[in-house]
């Protein structure tokens, strides 16, 4: 199958079309969200919605979120009004928030993995929700990359995964978060499932308490049941072994350099990413900029897109962690799974 690649910058309403025409036949399109890369399907169809779990490889009890282009649709979708979602949606809508409540007769099996709930979200791309409006109904789409790998923050990390699987790529440039949304799930205590760029702190200013669920910085135990089946599995691992020293700038630096010199002495290539104020400490050493510790913003949109390019460069990736403050977590949520949980706190 050839895989064309069409730009939403100058005119998404006409690509919008076209790619509707291949959701209303059961075929898959990935377009550009304000977070990643989709791979959608109608989310109605539950064939339709089982040929994106093949392009990706993705084991089938990892359920898929449904996009929507307004609201009111969002509700058609669970059984009842779900508490405290129009002050949510009021506050976050479109944006990088995902509501799961549970499910009503509309949405097929292959949508929600066979559980009783459903995570919604509606995206704060024009060109996404174009695409949603124009195919009529909701887009079911995980992110658009091969299982297990980096998410994709570009068309061409699209292409990458899926050349050859899907006919059409929508091509809207570089996404501007760079992480999955926020997953919260509105079923008894409010509880984040998956942080992202809506952050802890600003849930809470809206629904006062919110809960963690416990797999979000460390791996599940033993036995352990995951709040969210996507976060019992190896996870945005690039080839490259990726190990992490979270600490204060120059001695996360001091400790990162050491690695990097006896992997070197061992004869592997390691590359190192590092924030802007670590930067002069690194020496001759080969390092990439994530960004700055101050704005945790600038280090989630390009963890996925340095993951992939270090990969071509690297066999180890040395990278500083940080603190969990605001979308702080969401870059150490993504960055340890990367990881495999190889870290160091200093
Ligand atoms: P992705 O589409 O790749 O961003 O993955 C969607 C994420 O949402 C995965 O981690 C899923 O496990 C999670 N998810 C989707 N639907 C549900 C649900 N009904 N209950 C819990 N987690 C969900
Ligand atoms: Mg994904």
């Not at 084991?59 to 996009?67: A, F, G, T, V």
């Not at 909701?138 to 091969?146: D, E, H």
């Not at 290539?269 to 960004?291: D, H, Q, S």
């Amino acid at each position: 199958m050839e895989t064309k690649v069409i730009s939403v910058l100058q005119d998404y309403n006409t690509a919008a079309r076209e790619g509707a025409k291949i959701i209303r036949s059961g075929g898959l399109v990935a377009f550009p969200t304000e977070t990643v890369y989709g791979l959608g399907a109608d989310g109605l169809d539950g064939a339709a919605v089982d040929r994106i779990f093949e392009a990706k490889g993705r084991p089938n009890d990892n359920p898929l979120i449904l996009h929507v282009a307004e609201k009111e649709a969002a509700f058609r979708l669970w059984v009842a009004e779900p508490p405290r979602a129009r002050a949510l949606m009021d506050t976050f809508w479109p944006g990088p928030l995902t509501l799961i409540y549970y499910r009503s007769d509309m949405v097929p099996d292959e949508v929600t993995a066979g559980l009783d709930t459903v995570a919604v979200r509606m995206p704060d791309n024009q060109a996404a929700r174009a695409l949603i409006a124009a195919s009529g109904v909701p887009i079911a789409a995980p992110s658009a990359n091969l299982s297990g790998k980096p998410s994709p923050t570009t068309a061409a990390h699209v292409l990458q995964d899926m050349e050859g699987r899907i006919p059409l790529i929508l091509d809207g440039g570089p996404c501007r978060y760079g992480v999955e949304s926020t997953v919260l799930s509105l079923v008894g205590t409010p509880t984040i499932l998956r942080p992202g760029a809506v952050t802890k702190e600003m849930l809470a200013a809206v629904l006062g308490e919110v809960a963690l669920a416990p797999s979000i910085l460390a791996p599940l135990g033993a036995g352990e049941k995951a709040a969210s089946p996507g976060m019992k599995y190896k996870h945005y691992a690039p080839n490259a072994q990726v190990f992490v020293v979270v600490g204060e700038a120059q001695a996360a630096a001091a400790r990162l350099s050491a690695l990097y010199d006896q992997f070197a002495a061992a004869g592997k290539r390691p590359y190192i990413a590092a924030t802007a104020e670590a930067m002069p400490f690194y020496g001759p050493r080969r390092c990439a900029l994530l960004g700055t510790r101050r704005d945790p913003t600038t280090l989630c949109s390009r963890l996925f897109s340095l993951l992939r390019e270090l990969d071509q460069e690297a066999d180890v990736i040395l990278s500083e962690g940080i603190g969990t403050e605001g979308t702080g977590l969401a870059f150490m949520n993504r960055l340890l799974r990367s990881a495999g949980f190889r870290v160091e706190y200093l």
